[in-house]
């Protein structure tokens, strides 16, 4: 089984819906990440916690927002989805006695029409 | 701010051949992390190799190595032996490693590898 997975893998919604990415992940890992990518262009950081109490803004987090339910868990909601919001998103995790090498989820690709 | 620059948006290989990819950094920072990660079109983030800036010895993972060059900020990924399951886009990415807010990866934009048969 995978070590980070995240649900749905794809989705598409209109303008104006919440919606809600879920990762999870059983590497034990107290550091989550929340990235987006969009063509052509390389991850940017929406958000990331490393303990269930420690939540912090990353690059993008405008329109934007988490809740790290569990050691494990850690969701990402869009409020008010917007098209420009179209994109890839990834969950990452990490483990800093381990040199923090970050772990990726498979993505969930988002399509907001 | 640290920036990482890829300057090949699209690079090509024959099976069985070597490439290398390349990729230089800036920053101001002497400890730090480097990292090659790999997307193949399944979108899948997977990391390929790991360097530690205060190692002088090239990290080498099987048939992937790099040239870790410190005083140049150039860190490239030679593949050797390429397969075709190497076909990808592959991500340089740097991490600073004095913490706190400095945790994040920052990524070049990728550089799309064909193997050819």
């Known amino acids: 089984d995978a070590d980070v997975t995240q649900t749905p893998r794809n989705r598409i919604t209109k303008t104006g819906k919440r919606i809600m990415l879920e990762c999870s992940q059983t590497k034990g890992h107290d550091r989550m990440y929340w990235y987006r990518q969009d063509p052509g262009l390389g991850l940017q950081l929406i958000y990331y916690s490393f303990d269930v109490k420690d939540i912090n803004k990353g690059e993008i987090s405008d329109g934007y927002s988490v809740s790290r339910q569990a050691q494990a868990k850690f969701s990402l909601s869009l409020e008010s989805a917007i098209p420009n919001q179209t994109a890839l998103y990834f969950c990452a995790t990490s483990d800093p006695t381990r040199g923090d090498t970050q772990y990726f989820g498979p993505g969930t690709r988002l399509t907001v029409l | 701010a640290q920036t990482v620059t890829q300057s090949q948006p699209e690079m090509s290989v024959q099976e069985a051949e070597t490439v290398t990819l390349s990729c230089t950094y800036d920053?101001?920072?002497?400890?730090?992390?480097l990292f090659w990660y790999k997307q193949p079109p399944s979108r899948q983030m997977i990391l390929v190799i790991r360097q530690e800036a205060y190692k002088q010895q090239n990290a080498t993972e099987n048939r992937f190595s790099v040239n870790f060059q410190k005083a140049a900020k150039s860190f490239s990924l030679k593949i050797s032996d390429s397969q075709l399951g190497d076909a990808a886009m592959y991500f340089c990415?740097?991490?600073?490693?004095?913490?706190?807010?400095?945790?994040?990866?920052?990524f070049g934009k990728g550089t799309l590898l064909t193997v050819n048969p």
């Open positions: 920053t101001s920072e002497s400890d730090y992390y």
């Open positions: 990415a740097y991490r600073s490693g004095s913490g706190g807010s400095n945790y994040k990866l920052t």
